[in-house]
């Protein structure tokens, strides 16, 4: 069994204690019976449904390598602590994790905000942080050489959408996003990626979404006012349930397109009729259903036994969990922190269908974007 502990933010927060072991965690040591992972990212909230399913597909391929013996004799030890999408928290919980907990290296960060706040955090003790969730590019390119990220970025996913919706004769796009600085970014590429196709053009609108959802109605109404054909979403969680429905109550009949942080089964289930266009989600990881891949396969039995529910984010933490696994792999019988540095700039391979290169400074592993449709019974359609 994993030796697994989720510690919520509350108790992380109790004792944060001195940064008394900073040299002997530098060292980046492992056990003789046991490498320790440690995450901190938000599992609660609006983002805390999605987030857990992430860290529950990384759990099962911790779980898949442990019954393999682990790596080289040492069993995988996963310890994550709920950071609430708050930065301050973020450090907290990384510095209670390499002082009291021995990390060794981390996994999964989600938030643009809250990798920024990590990094100084992890370069001080040369920690590696292998597959996060969400960040924006600004972020990531500052997170070199420090942040492996697997999924492609938010630029590569928005450069995706235009391109798809002019080639299928729509002009007139407008933008929604989250109401932070990775929103920003987004807004700044989509328009970027408009102009490029036409100097002239630009978004017919754009709305900033608070993530708690407080203006999504609001929001809503100002894109049914709008001209727009299409709605392209950079949002998450319940709010963009409750845009969608303002939109249709103010009389919009626009089409929607969601970026990967949208929840497409989880939207259409919601919406059900109401949304008799559908919705199309860009995916930054392959086809959990595929019959052809045997990774997919085998993460459908493993979670079927485990009663996971496939989804394109509980595959996405079982390919990150696998990509940590073979890293951890590659820097040897005795690893340290600057050997998984190493085997990580170095790693160029096929894991879970996606061709992943982390060499010469990339930001992204994969490249992968793809456009999937949703049904109404939430069910994804290549």
Request: no cysteine; glycine share 12%; proline share 4%.
């Amino acid at each position: 069994m994993l030796r697994r502990t989720l510690i919520t933010a509350a108790a992380g927060a109790v004792a944060l204690p001195a940064w008394v072991k900073r040299v002997e965690a530098a060292q980046g040591e492992v056990g003789a019976k046991e490498i320790v992972i440690g995450q901190s990212a938000v599992l609660s909230g609006p983002l805390g449904p999605v987030l857990k399913g992430f860290a529950a597909g990384a759990e099962m391929a911790f779980e898949a390598a442990n019954a393999r013996g682990g790596v080289y004799g040492r069993k995988i030890k996963y310890i994550y602590f709920d950071d609430e999408l708050k930065p301050d928290r973020t450090v907290a919980n990384l510095k209670t994790l390499i002082s009291e907990h021995n990390a060794f290296a981390f996994f999964g960060a989600i938030g643009t905000g809250n990798i920024a706040a990590a990094i100084p955090v992890l370069q001080e003790v040369n920690a590696p942080m292998i597959g996060s969730y969400a960040a924006s590019d600004s972020v990531r390119a500052k997170g070199v050489g420090t942040v492996y990220f697997v999924r492609a970025g938010y630029g590569r996913e928005a450069e995706h959408h235009v391109q798809h919706l002019t080639s299928i004769g729509i002009n007139r796009i407008a933008l929604a996003h989250l109401a932070n600085p990775g929103g920003e970014e987004v807004l700044t590429a989509v328009r970027a990626a408009i102009k490029a196709k036409d100097p002239g053009s630009d978004l017919v609108e754009a709305v900033a979404v608070k993530l708690d959802g407080t203006n999504a109605a609001e929001a809503g109404a100002t894109l049914a006012k709008s001209k727009a054909q299409a709605v392209v979403m950079f949002a998450a969680g319940a709010p963009v349930v409750e845009m969608i429905k303002s939109v249709q109550d103010g009389g919009g009949r626009q089409i929607f397109y969601g970026m990967s942080t949208v929840a497409g089964d989880v939207v259409m289930k919601a919406l059900g009729d109401r949304l008799r266009s559908g919705l199309a989600v860009s995916q930054v990881v392959p086809y959990p259903w595929s019959e052809s891949d045997p990774v997919a396969r085998e993460f459908r039995q493993r979670s079927t036994k485990t009663n996971l529910p496939v989804s394109y984010y509980t595959y996405e933490g079982y390919v990150n969990g696998l990509v940590l696994v073979e890293g951890l792999r590659r820097a040897g019988k005795t690893p340290t922190r600057a050997n998984l540095h190493t085997a990580m700039q170095s790693f160029k391979a096929k894991v879970g269908g996606m061709d992943l290169d982390f060499t010469g400074g990339s930001t992204a592993g994969s490249k992968l974007v793809e456009m999937v449709h949703v049904r109404g019974d939430g069910r994804y359609v290549r």
